[in-house]
């Protein structure tokens, strides 16, 4: 599923002469296109880019289809059609701007330039991840450029033939424009190669219900799209945000159940690409992955909506399993803690059930440096880990090889991306190696925004306490049967009653069954045996 | 300007719209989608044993499609029922799940059409005179049906029958299997206290 690069010795893909020879051509049009004719770029391109696609198909079906491990000659071939796709983009952009003057060019000329730079602006997006490479920094900016000409150029809503995958299809400026900043939002760490391919087919298909609006619609969630601000692609829309596009969510729910309703019927959506030979696992992560994305814009609450005013590269801490996490990442958070007497927090001694509400209040208190030598010892092993993407379900880090050996998929793993902010709880659940920079990149699943530190007790009828550590993770239902509680193993096959003091609350739970588990953690679902 | 008015010509290129529920819920008939079929529910439903063996057991279905909405999967309950229905879809308290969930989601559109398609399959149970126990449970179903559709969609026509008595609608809890004890009134009083220190936690 992942691409690991091996070293140069296994037998895979190489760059040749052929593949050179194909940039020289790229190189050579680059010198000789007439962009004031922007029919005729349009044209070249086209051919262009079917050709390229005819000889790259071979090479991008290998790398998707083929095995784990991947040489060092698949990497070079990778990283070769992203260049490709973006050296593709780039020729079609240049030709956009010089006929941006009403009248200079027929309208239906104009469009097919900016189609054509769209169309493989989201290939490009999409290889840069595949191979392995960072985000580009630029590709936002440039794709509100692209729609701003086509709005200005009144061709947004052209429809246009255009040929993907040797089919041809009818669509417009507009949807393109959606469909690659889509991608350039669901294109994070957490999305392994084959599954942003099948993710790319969906979208491809789903382009002529990709509609945006000038206002946000009152009965459904939206996303949001800032065309001034050129580090902004799509976000969730939020009342009062700075935004002069808005795509509703609801079209995007839709297609996803009518792909779903596909598989009922024993088809597999959307029944062409190469997608279509990949294994029943990579469709169904996708159908989850947008799932929990659509999920998480629909259902947004400030607990779980919180943007993080960081950008991509930023170094994040990072903290790597359930006791790294509990004592270090948490420590500056004040424990939910258990009933007992002898727990002391912040300084003031949290009473047994029977002491008054206000010293029970104190649990909320901040801590201050309790722990602090903790916090700092664990920050001071690591090398920096720097933030490689983001979505709102999940993000990507970029570490060195060295500190990611240790870690594995299903690891628990906090972030501290917004220094004085609570950490970001995710669990690992892909890890793949970064071409040439030595450095591994990790996807999380995002768990929690603000996980909850506890003390838990057993409730036993000892007479000596027994405590256990905790990590609540609040579900967003209201019913609060999707609550959960990550505790380590020992503490689960003791599967007693536990305590918890939550505000003036006293609770016992009982740990019910396991919804993830990893490396020395497992997450649990609770159940309120008593509230007191 | 284009946005926010699609071209006729646009539309007529849309991609198919969903299937209509009646059709969703038919079986495939080919062989190699019925296998394709069979596949993706051993994929998608790895966490149970056996998923597909089981879709005529109405018990497990619910139990399972319950441990999914607790763990916030809600699309994955709905395919689990909507999958078990295609392949047994005489078992009458799936319908019913379905409709509370069509409730709970506020989605007016799907409620009507699991209504309808619900009545024409159960309602001649309460087609005789002199109704037994059964008709008479049925016919209770029926108005709790309407009147689910009518706090749902007061505006619609099919439920203008309905005597609105000014009382609070309280939920049938089709979605909840016997077997299963809740104590709702501790478990959400655990979740407000979590959400109020999660809040405190953020607001710092």
């Known amino acids: ?178 469909r690659a ?95 279509t030979g990949f294994r029943m696992e990579e469709h169904i992560a ?78 909320f208190l901040d801590t201050g440096t309790f722990n602090a030598r903790a916090l700092g010892s664990t920050l001071q092993q690591r090398s920096p880990v720097r933030l490689h993407d983001m979505s709102d379900s999940g993000l990507g880090i970029e570490m060195s090889t060295e500190d990611a050996a240790t870690v594995e998929v299903d690891d628990l793993i906090a972030l501290r991306i917004d220094e004085g902010r609570p950490c970001v709880l995710g669990i690992v659940v892909r890890k793949a190696n970064l071409h040439r920079q030595q450095s591994t990149l990790i996807g999380l699943r995002v768990l929690s925004k603000a996980p909850l530190r506890a003390i838990l007790e057993h409730v036993t009828e000892r007479t000596a306490r027994q405590t256990a550590k905790g990590i609540l993770v609040p579900g967003s239902a209201e019913h609060g049967f999707a609550d959960s509680v990550i505790v380590n193993e020992a503490t689960f096959k003791a599967s007693s009653k536990l305590s918890v003091m939550i505000a003036s609350s006293i609770f016992h739970i009982r740990l019910g069954r396991v919804r993830h588990q990893g490396r020395g953690w497992k997450l649990v679902a609770i159940d309120v045996a008593l509230a007191l | 300007m284009a946005i926010n008015e699609p071209m006729q010509s646009l539309l007529d290129h849309a991609p198919p719209a969903p299937r209509s ?26 966490r149970f044993a056996e998923p597909g063996a089981s879709f005529s057991s109405t018990e497990d279905v619910m139990g399972w499609a319950r441990q999914l909405l607790d763990d916030e999967q809600p699309r994955l309950a709905i395919e689990l029922l909507h999958l078990a229905l295609q392949e047994y879809p005489e078992q009458n308290r799936l319908w019913l799940f379905l409709l509370e969930l069509a409730f709970l989601g506020e989605d007016s559109v799907l409620f009507a059409e699991l209504a309808g398609l619900y009545k024409e399959r159960f309602s001649n149970v309460s087609g005789h005179d002199g109704a037994s126990e059964a008709s008479s449970s049925a016919l209770t179903t029926l108005s709790i049906i309407d009147a689910m559709g009518h706090d749902i969609a007061p505006q619609d026509p099919r439920y203008a029958h309905v005597r609105h008595k000014g009382e609070k609608f309280m939920l049938p809890n089709w979605s909840i299997p016997d077997s299963v004890e809740r104590d709702e009134p501790r478990q959400k009083k655990l979740h407000r206290a979590l959400v109020e220190a999660m809040m405190f936690h953020l607001s710092r």
Not at chain 1, 293 to 304: G, H, K, P, Q, Y
Not at chain 2, 27 to 34: K, T
């Open chain 1, 181 to 275: 900043l889509l991608l350039e939002r669901f294109a994070s760490g957490n999305l392994a190669p084959r599954r942003l391919e099948i993710l790319d087919s969906w979208l491809i298909s789903w382009m002529n219900a990709l509609w945006l609006t000038r206002e946000p619609q009152a009965s459904s969630p939206s996303l949001c799209i800032d065309t001034t601000n050129e580090l902004r692609g799509l976000t969730r829309y939020t009342a009062g945000e700075r935004a002069d596009l808005f795509l509703t969510l609801r079209p995007l729910q839709r297609q996803l159940d009518r792909a779903v309703d596909d598989f009922h019927q024993g088809i597999i959506f959307p029944g062409w690409g190469i997608g």
């Open chain 1, 286 to 363: 996708v159908i989850d992955f947008l799932d929990r994305e659509f999920s998480l814009i629909a259902n947004a609450d400030v607990t779980r909506s919180k943007r993080f005013a960081i950008g991509q590269g930023a170094e994040v801490k990072v903290f790597c399993g359930f006791n790294d996490v509990w004592t270090s990442a948490l420590a500056t958070q004040s424990s939910l803690t258990a009933a007992g007497p002898q727990h002391s927090i912040a300084g003031a001694t949290v009473d047994s059930a029977q002491s008054s509400a206000s010293a029970r209040q104190s649990v």
């Open chain 2, 21 to 46: 529920l009646r059709a969703s819920l038919q079986m495939p008939v080919d062989s190699n989608a019925v296998r394709l079929r069979d596949r993706y529910i051993a994929t998608r439903f790895v």
């Open chain 1, 1 to 178: 599923m992942e691409f690991t690069f091996a070293g140069g010795n296994q037998a895979g893909l190489e760059l040749t002469r052929a593949h050179r020879s194909f940039t020289d051509q790229l190189f050579a049009l680059e010198q000789n296109l007439d962009k004031k004719n922007p029919g005729k770029v349009a044209d070249v391109l086209q051919r262009m880019l079917r050709s390229f696609e005819d000889f790259s198909q071979h090479d991008r079906e290998k790398l998707l289809q083929g095995s784990l491990t991947h040489s060092e000659g698949d990497a070079a071939v990778a990283e070769w059609i992203a260049s490709s796709y973006d050296d593709l983009a780039r020729l079609a952009r240049h030709a956009a701007p010089e006929n941006n003057i009403p009248g200079k060019a027929p309208p239906a000329e104009v469009a097919a330039v900016l189609s054509i730079a769209l169309l493989v602006a989201g290939y490009a997006t999409k290889w840069r991840k595949i191979s392995g490479q960072r985000a580009d920094l630029g590709a936002l900016k440039r794709l509100h450029q692209l729609f701003q000409f086509a709005l200005s150029a009144k061709v947004d809503a052209t429809i246009l033939p255009v040929i993907i995958e040797r089919r041809t299809l009818e669509t417009t400026i507009e949807a393109l424009y959606v």
